[in-house]
């Protein structure tokens, strides 16, 4: 399966939870510009009832843009977590066998 992620690769990871936060701030900038644009320069170029349902529809989207956003950045935290969570264990790993110790 191509999209599985082997967390063993991590800095494969790494840099899949930094293209997802790239991804997730283009996709604010786009979607403020278009709000912006709806809102500002639009606005003066068409009025009317149209523009009227236009804009609230637009602005009844805001919110689902912005949800969006935010899991693409809790999704791009969740993979640092796994990084780290995974490097910390390699780390404890090698020491407990350095040392003779059992690993957990």
């Known amino acids: 399966m ?4 082997d967390i063993s690769d991590t ?4 840099n899949t939870a930094l293209q997802i936060k790239g991804l997730a701030d ?4 786009e979607y403020s510009d278009f709000f912006n644009y709806v809102e ?23 919110q689902a843009y912005e949800t969006f956003k935010t899991i693409m950045e809790e999704y791009a935290t969740v993979l640092d977590q796994a990084v780290k969570a995974h490097e910390q264990r390699v780390e404890e790993s090698k020491i407990q066998a350095t040392q003779g110790g059992n690993v957990r």
């Open 26 to 29: 283009d996709f604010y900038k």
């Open 40 to 62: 500002g320069e639009l606005s003066s170029a068409w009025k009317g009832a149209d523009y009227d349902a236009f804009k609230a529809h637009v602005s009844e989207q805001k």
């Open 2 to 5: 191509a999209n599985i992620i």
């Open 11 to 14: 800095e494969a990871v790494a």
